[in-house]
């Protein structure tokens, strides 16, 4: 049986948030202390029998606030931009600050602000473009990476692999984007992204999320391909990003990679006892 808040009779609140179509649980455990097991998260995760999500947020006590992140396996993720920016977006409302301060277990602390057009922008950090850092299994050059396609690899907190394509609409990427995942070139798997340069300062893209499958959009793997067009020289530094879900915006600056986008606060709800008992 999963550790839940407090007592076994108690209902879970949770929040339902999305950016870009990218789908969240954020579970607040400030309050109340919240333990998750991988078969509660993969549980949640379930679309048609729990709530379904890309990715679920548990949020603790931190320098404004701490965010751990899990995949919809159960596995444990570094980075989620979106989520990021979701969570960020409800705090800053809610405390009237004008920038936040956010400690991402596996990552380190972001910074969050709210811009001048009303989107929120999350810091992501810099990029990480070592072989070792991203990582890699073996010593490799991360602006071409020996696998067909000869994509680049970036690490954002969790690892990255991008490929540039004529058109990212006739890439079967349920069918690539799990053989990518698991290459052994990536000891702790990787995200998956098909780009298609539109312009000097336009891409699109595709995502298949590590421990997720197909997502509408992901934050990390934006802040990625930005990096990787840039580092390959297609792009400049500054680029909007246009996923299946809605358009993100990255400026990789000097003292991190920024994304900005639109967020959505959809619902709030509670878990039963009656399925947290189940599981």
């Not at 948030?17 to 607040?28: C, E, L, Q, R, T």
């Not at 890309?54 to 949020?59: E, F, W």
């Not at 000097?200 to 067009?229: F, K, N, Q, Y």
Request: hydrophobic residues 40%; contains cysteine.
């Amino acid at each position: 049986m999963p550790a839940m808040a407090d007592t076994a009779t108690s209902h879970w609140p949770f929040m339902k948030m999305h950016g870009a179509g990218n789908d969240f649980v954020v579970i607040d455990g400030r309050e109340a202390p919240v333990t998750l097991t991988e078969p509660l998260v993969r549980a949640l995760a379930d679309r048609h029998r729990g709530v379904g999500f890309d990715q679920l947020a548990l949020i603790t006590e931190g320098s404004d606030l701490t965010i751990t992140f899990y995949n919809a396996d159960g596995s444990r993720s570094a980075a989620c931009g979106n989520a990021t920016r979701c969570i960020a977006a409800r705090e800053l409302a809610h405390s009237g600050k004008d920038r936040i301060r956010i400690d991402i277990i596996g990552r380190g602390t972001l910074e969050a602000m709210q811009t001048a057009n009303g989107t929120t922008a999350v810091n992501m950090g810099h990029p990480q473009l070592d072989w070792q850092d991203i990582p890699l299994a073996q010593d490799t050059d991360t602006l071409a990476l020996p696998i067909d396609g000869s994509p680049v690899a970036t690490g954002m907190g969790n690892p990255h692999c991008t490929f540039f394509v004529d058109d990212v609409m006739d890439v079967d990427l349920a069918t690539i984007g799990p053989q990518i995942e698991h290459h052994p070139l990536f000891p702790e798997r990787t995200n998956v992204q098909f780009a298609q340069v539109i312009g000097p300062d336009h891409i699109r893209m595709r995502v298949w999320e590590r421990g997720t499958g197909i997502t509408l959009a992901s934050g990390s793997s934006s802040c990625a391909t930005a990096v990787a067009a840039a580092r390959r020289g297609l792009t400049g530094r500054t680029v909007q990003i246009d996923l299946d879900g809605g358009t993100l915006h990255i400026d990789w600056r000097d003292d991190g990679v920024w994304m900005s986008g639109p967020t959505a606060h959809v619902f709030d709800g509670t878990l039963t006892p009656e399925f947290l008992n189940s599981l």
